[in-house]
Structures are given as structure tokens and as C-alpha cells.
């Protein structure tokens, strides 16, 4: 087999402009999603079993279904309402491919990450949430000084694998005409004939990009999580002068 490295070299460009928009869908939903993730995942703790119907049900349905028949049921399903086509929201959003993308993987990891930071604030320690209680802390200040910032310090290496799976899963945009990489890479490999050469550069893309993120994680989780990282001073030997240590 003949392999064409000029083909590769050619559309670099391509592929890095298809590499821009990867990286759209996956920050915009990315950050949509963790925000409707911390909902539904403090009424997912709620004690009020009624309470927690709604939000069950949603992750079930978006854990337990393909990303790629939420893509469609999205894309294709909902305009087969009239009530829909007729709304304030078909022509801005709900008939654009780039908006029915950004919604389905925004829905598809809030329902991931609701059960990550769930299991993230359960895990914090009983022993810090009655320390703020013992000081008076109300509970919006329980939830903004001591919860939330203790969980994101836990769930960091549980989001970042998310936000990879998001990065790959996001390949299936390109079933709904969205020219992302896999999709500039499938374009132009059916009309170059080099199927391989396209998506082994396609390949590299994904791991360049997949590479930043784990770096970026790495960096932020480091920056949370300094103080388990802290050494205290050697009380001895920086508090008492050496003359009145005991040999």
C-alpha cells in the first residue's frame, strides 16, 4: 500500500478548522453540562424521595441510551412536531445542526456529571460539614466554602475523563453534517480515495487535543488540591534554637 503523506500535509488546515469547532461543541457543552450536572445532582442528595423521580429518571434515560439516538432524536425527531416547528426556537436553534449537537451532548454528560459530583459530595467528610456547622455557617455558605469547593477538588480526575469521552464522542456530530474533525476527515477522504491517511491524521488531531486536556486537568486539579500536598515545618528545628535541642 501506497501511503500519501502529501495528502496529509495538504489538508492540515482543513482538518485544524474542523479541529475549532470540535473544540466548540465540546467546551460549550462541557460547561452547560457541569452547571445542569451540580442541579441535578443536589436533588439527586435531596431526602424527598418526590424530589428525586425527576432527576433519576432524566440520568437513567441519557446513561442508559446511545449519544448517537439522542443526537437523532434531537435532530430528526423533533421537528416531526408541528408545535415545535412552529416555535419561537425552531429557526435560531432547533433546526440548526450546530445548536441540536450542542444540546444532545449538553444533556448526554449533565447526566454523567450529576452522578460524579453526587458521589463526590458524599464522600467529603462528616467531620468538615460539622466544623461548619459548629461555626454558624448557614447553608448556602456550607454549600459555596466547604461542599462545592471540597467536591470539585474530588470529582477533577472523574471530569476530566468525562470531558474525553466527550472530545471523542463528539465525532458523532458528523452524522448531522457537522464538519468537525471526523467529519472534514470523511469528507475529503471520499474524494481523495486515501480513507486511511486522512483518518490517521484525524487520529493525531484527537490525541494532540486529548493531551491538552489532561494537561490542563493535571494542572488545575494540582492548583485544588494543593493543600494535600502541604508539608508542615519541622516544629523542632524551626521553633527552638539548636543549642536547647537534647543530643
Not at 486511511?196 to 488545575?220: D, K, Q
Request: aromatic share 14%.
Amino acid at each position: 500500500m501506497d501511503w500519501n503523506w502529501q495528502v496529509i500535509f495538504t489538508h492540515i488546515p482543513d482538518l485544524l478548522n474542523g479541529a475549532v469547532l470540535t473544540v466548540q461543541l465540546v467546551v460549550l457543552s462541557g460547561v452547560i453540562g457541569l452547571f445542569f450536572g451540580l442541579i441535578l445532582a443536589q436533588l439527586r442528595l435531596s431526602k424527598n424521595w418526590l424530589v428525586q423521580v425527576l432527576p433519576f429518571s432524566y440520568i437513567f434515560f441519557f446513561r442508559g441510551t446511545p449519544l448517537l439516538v439522542q443526537i437523532f432524536l434531537i435532530y430528526y425527531g423533533l421537528g416531526q412536531f408541528e408545535t415545535v416547528r412552529n416555535s419561537f426556537l425552531w429557526e435560531p436553534v432547533l433546526s440548526q445542526a450546530y445548536w441540536c449537537a450542542i444540546i444532545a451532548f449538553t444533556m448526554n454528560t449533565s447526566a454523567y456529571l450529576a452522578e460524579i459530583i453526587r458521589g463526590a459530595i458524599q464522600t467529603i467528610p462528616d467531620g468538615e460539614l460539622e466544623a461548619a456547622d459548629a461555626i454558624g455557617m448557614s447553608k448556602w455558605q456550607k454549600l459555596t466554602r466547604i461542599t462545592l469547593p471540597r467536591a470539585f477538588g474530588i470529582v477533577i480526575p472523574a471530569y476530566s475523563n468525562e470531558v474525553i469521552f466527550m472530545l471523542k464522542g463528539s465525532a458523532l456530530a458528523s452524522t448531522i453534517a457537522l464538519m468537525d474533525i471526523t467529519g472534514v476527515a470523511r469528507t475529503i477522504s471520499a474524494r481523495t480515495y486515501t480513507l486511511m491517511e486522512l483518518f490517521f491524521a484525524a487520529g493525531v488531531v484527537y490525541l494532540l487535543l486529548s493531551w491538552v486536556i489532561l494537561f490542563s486537568f493535571r494542572m488545575f486539579e494540582k492548583r485544588m488540591n494543593r493543600h494535600a500536598s502541604y508539608v508542615p515545618p519541622d516544629v523542632i528545628t524551626s521553633t527552638i534554637p539548636q543549642s536547647f535541642i537534647p543530643k
